[in-house]
């Protein structure tokens, strides 16, 4: 920026005086500062337009436009204002995995989450100062945090080590923090829970991570749905599923088995000749207008008794009798197709 674009930027002559340049600066500082327009990127450019345009009107001698690499917008702005500069650092965000059962889960509602979390210390409000005191600018960075180291033929920015990057000195630290500005505590949140959310799902409470440093803003609480498995229930999208063991006598012959839903305990009639696998569906009984599946699975003993067995082995000699079934017999007859 040249120095007559610079004039033209603040509104004044190129040659008015340092306190009318910096009453320029002052005034278009405030009205597009970031800060007070966060959202507008127009008023962004306009801040930093501004803030080169003070410094090439102020610097010796004036016929050097190009301000050093260095000199950022906000640094202009806290000189000029008579503010030390220091960090503003975003707080971290956190994660909390928030376990629930199957039916929480489908009913949705509110959840109390206990968080430990880095929060703006109580008793200093934030400044890292005990009550009563104020913290200093670090005199070896002047408030910015960085130094400049010499490495050959370059300068080498590298955090403060008097300050350890903050740019303030604290003669009486926080008795509580310690300096930090920030202390941890046990935080209780309330979040509400979707109806029928899935497992994994992330929730994200915003502002409530850890505080951030330096005034930054505050890290979001990131919450994640773990759903505990249940003793009858999986879930299949919408879709309610529960598997109901049966005896061959039962699957064979028919009969009626008591069946869990989500709404309590209901028969279920099981018609004749029902094979291991085979599905019922309950409509409306799952998830947002979703079914509940049933699917029963023929149990076969272990062990049988006496009385059992025979009477097994004569229905097995009425089996043999009476040929076989038609998956039996489609089966063994491509098994012969494929020994040839």
Do not use: W
Request: hydrophobic share 35%.
């Amino acid at each position: 920026m040249t120095p007559d674009e610079a004039a033209r930027v603040l509104g004044v002559a190129r040659d008015a005086p340092e306190d009318e340049i910096r009453s320029a600066y002052r005034r278009l500082a405030r009205e597009n500062h970031p800060d007070r327009n966060p959202d507008d990127p127009a008023a962004e450019a306009r801040f930093r337009s501004a803030a080169e345009a003070h410094q090439v009107l102020t610097q010796t001698p004036r016929e050097a436009p190009s301000p050093p690499p260095e000199a950022a917008p906000s640094e202009i702005f806290d000189k000029v204002f008579g503010r030390g500069r220091h960090r503003r650092v975003r707080g971290a965000d956190l994660r909390y995995t928030l376990r629930i059962s199957l039916p929480e889960a489908l009913r949705g509602g509110p959840q109390q989450v206990r968080v430990p979390a880095k929060v703006s210390c109580r008793r200093c409000g934030g400044t890292g100062a005990e009550p009563g005191t104020a913290p200093l600018l670090c005199p070896q960075c002047g408030g910015t945090g960085v130094v400049s180291r010499k490495r050959g033929f370059f300068d080498a920015k590298e955090t403060c080590p008097k300050c350890r990057g903050r740019g303030r000195l604290f003669p009486k630290p926080c008795q509580v923090c310690h300096g930090e500005g920030r202390e941890e505590v046990e935080r209780r949140i309330d979040v509400v829970v979707p109806a029928g959310v899935s497992d994994g799902t992330r929730l994200r409470v915003a502002g409530k991570g850890q505080a951030g440093e330096g005034e930054g803003e505050a890290g979001d609480l990131f919450v994640v749905i773990a759903i505990e498995p249940h003793p009858f229930f999986t879930r299949d999208g919408r879709d309610v599923v529960v598997e109901v063991p049966v005896s061959f006598a039962t699957a064979a012959l028919g009969g009626s088995v008591r069946i869990p839903t989500l709404e309590g305990v209901v028969r279920l009639k099981v018609p004749p000749g029902s094979a291991s696998g085979r599905t019922f569906r309950l409509d409306g009984r799952g998830v947002d207008g979703g079914d509940q599946r049933i699917v029963i699975r023929v149990e076969v003993p272990e062990a049988l008794s006496e009385a059992a067995e025979a009477a097994l082995r004569s229905y097995a000699e009425i089996e043999a009798e009476q040929g076989d079934l038609p998956r039996q017999a489609a089966f063994r007859a491509a098994l012969d197709a494929f020994e040839e």
